[in-house]
């Protein structure tokens, strides 16, 4: 299972593959990084579907969260990847928007990754 | 230079001579000054006078009805000299007490003399009460003139108190303002400072997190013998400690930032990174902006010159017209994000910071998309208080305060506009070190 995370910021790579450990040591995730909206859609083009699972952050310079979501939930249809915005202000407005352009689900900074790694596990048994 | 020449001399002479006698009560002085054909005009309505007799009569008429020397002070002479003849127009203060009490009454006189075998002599007299009328037929006397003087000046001297103590409040007013613009820009600071800081924070909380994991598992592959695991281990700890140290010390500069900002303007010169300087302030106007208005976006771009050298100035204070410049440019792009008519779909809001080393001097500029300055206010926005902002949302102050710190850094605060294609704002600073 792949996992597309975007985030302007680089240490999440870090931060991701270190939590991730075991599960990228046992070929249960497959990891992928980008800094942008913009780098999130070029990765999306070049190996459409291959990401089942989009991690994006909202507050992003240029492309935002919400534009990316927008984008790849009215481009990639049949099935569409799975979204979940992260945001570091866990405000209702950002959560409306979020979930009025489809985002799967909504979590907010910092996050907890036991709780995340519920929620994948919860992908794989569908 | 003597005020008169000397034949003028002459004619004042005879004229004061005149007067004087009248205040003295000495009629033969008084009309040893006065032709043979001498006539007046006085100021009552029968007072007239068609020869020398007539004349000495009246006035020893008067001065038998009040017997007490006049007191008179001339307040101006004014003379013209004809050939063999002069005239002189003066006004005096009459003092003179009657009954006890002082009566004073401005007087003006024209004087007619004609120079007569070898001296001047008068030859008419003309006496009349200045027009300084208050309601028709009555006439204020000296007293009345110089008591109203006195009620004048005293209101002068209110009026001037008041307005002195009303400037006194509106500068106490003004910089109160400009403290409360100082707090209001801290306020949005602190929002945008408040996202900046929670990212590190986060880091640290995470990396630590896992490296109590990571410990552990260490201890387990020791247990079991496999030493390449729990070296891999071992290194994968000491880089997440690496990115604690880092994320804590990024969280540390920016603490260290916003209270360099509300120390405000006491602030010291010191050799500034202005690229540094410059991409700080973006970060935190963007996120200021993102934290107060969810909604907001837009793309922010630096060019930056590499052989930017650095300057000494106040960093907090530059910083604070830049966060002014930036703050600005986001507005102008939002808003007209936000009224976009169907033909710009294509629009996207964008503020883009350049600088450029230019040897003695440096700039750097904050350039927007948005919909330009109209040409009408051009000359205003400078101005304190000028705004276009709905009320609560803009003070004005912003450009005046950026004008007078470049200003007091020796530099120059330009504006470049063009309607429908957006504003660049140039800030030059002089490079001191280069001479
Ligand atoms: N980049 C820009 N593009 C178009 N107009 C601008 C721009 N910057 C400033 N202005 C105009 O100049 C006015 C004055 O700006 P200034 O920064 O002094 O005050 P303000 O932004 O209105 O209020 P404050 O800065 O106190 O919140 C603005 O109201 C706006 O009309
Ligand atoms: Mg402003």
Redesign the interface.
Known sequence: MRILIVDDERDIQTLFEQRFRKEIKNNELVLAFAYSGEEALKYLDEKEQHAILILSDINMPGMSGLDLLSNIKQKYHRPPPLVMMITAYGDEENYNTAMKLGADDFLTKPLDFNQLKEKIKNIHHD | MPKYTEQEQEVINVHNVFWEALANRDIDLRFSCCSENVTFIGTGLHEKAANKAEYRIMNEKGVNQFPEPFQIDFIWTNISMFHKQAVVTCEVIWKQSINGKISSELVRSTTLLNYEEDAWKIVHVHGSVPDYRLAEGEYMTTEKILLRNRELEQKVFERTQELGKSLAELKATQSQLIQSEKMASLGELTAGIA?EI??P???V???S??NVE?VAELKLELEKGDIAEAIAIAD?IA??EG?ILQ?GKRADSIVKGMLQHSRSSNGINEPTDINALADEYLRLS??GL??KD??F?A??KTEFDASMPKINIIPQDIGRVLLNLINNAFYVVAERQKNLSGLEETYKPSVTIITKNLGDRIEISVMDNGNGIPEEIRNKIFQPFFTTKPTGEGTGLGLSLSYDIVKAHGGELKVESLSGEGTTFVITLPNLNIR
């Open positions: 996202h929670q990212n924070l986060n880091f909380n995470n990396f997190e896992v990571l994968d880089i997440n990115k994320h963007y996120h993102r934290a969810k909604s976006n793309d922010f």
